[in-house]
């Protein structure tokens, strides 16, 4: 079936660390992922996304990368600030591409 | 620049009210939709709509319903409220249902809901 999840709920770095965070999912035939950052009290905020036919995708600070062969993307965030501090989730579309199926987040915790 | 607004932000319910949740947004997008966040759940859609006149149900619908009878507001209605929907309702929109970097999906700032 389809589900999206992250290896680690929480993720705990020191300013200026690079932090990666961690997405496994299930259906092979997912084309199509997006990373979202959701600050405490706000709704989540799209960052980055990657198709399939890509496997390295690049923005500030941050880069995507998706292993198709072992179903797995991840999240590197470069210079990790306290402003990084959020929970992160990644999503891919459902099968009929109608709607986004999120996984469960994983909260990163940046101190000084 | 309001984006999607969601009211009220914070509402209390007894077990067996009704109420609706409001979302209005002023981009003119076509599809919107509507999550609940729940403490180690992750987003969880409920309904969505791509287009005014035309809804359809996500993955957890049940004691849920919406309306888009315009392209801006897509109401959720809890019609008979129960504990199990204590949640924090998230709504948003975006141009199409595959969002990407040129068009993103904007999200509202949350209902926080509780049922008691």
């Known amino acids: 079936g389809e589900s999206v999840g992250l290896h680690l709920p929480t993720l705990s770095v020191q300013e200026g660390d690079n932090s990666i965070i961690n997405c496994a999912y299930s259906?092979?035939?997912?084309?199509?992922f997006i990373w979202y950052k959701q600050e405490s009290g706000k709704g989540p905020q799209f960052i980055i996304d990657?198709?399939?036919?890509?496997d390295k995708r690049q923005g500030q600070r941050v880069t995507v990368l998706l292993n198709k062969t072992v179903k797995h993307l991840s999240l590197q965030i470069a210079a990790t600030q306290p402003g990084d501090s959020a929970v992160y989730f990644c999503?891919?579309?459902?099968?009929?591409?109608?709607?986004?199926?999120f996984g469960k987040g994983t909260t990163l915790s940046v101190s000084s | 620049n309001a984006g999607v607004t969601q009211t009220p932000k914070f509402q209390v319910l007894k077990t067996g009210q009704s109420m609706t949740l409001q979302c209005a947004q002023d981009?003119?997008?076509?599809?919107m939709s509507w999550y609940r966040q729940d403490p180690g759940m992750g987003l969880r859609l409920i309904h969505y709509?791509?287009?005014?006149?035309?809804?359809d149900q996500g993955e957890v619908p049940n004691g849920y319903n919406v309306s888009r009878s315009t392209t801006e507001d897509f109401p959720l209605r809890l019609l008979s409220a129960a504990p199990s929907q204590t949640s924090v309702y998230f709504c948003?929109?975006?141009?199409?249902?595959?969002?990407?970097?040129?068009?993103?999906?904007?999200f509202g700032d949350g209902t926080r809901l509780s049922i008691l």
């Open positions: 999503a891919d579309l459902n099968q009929a591409g109608t709607a986004l199926i």
């Open positions: 990657i198709r399939s036919n890509m």
């Open positions: 709509s791509v287009g005014a006149g035309i809804t």
């Open positions: 948003a929109s975006s141009q199409n249902s595959v969002p990407n970097s040129n068009q993103p999906q904007h």
């Open positions: 981009m003119n997008h076509e599809y």
């Open positions: 259906n092979s035939a997912s084309d199509y």
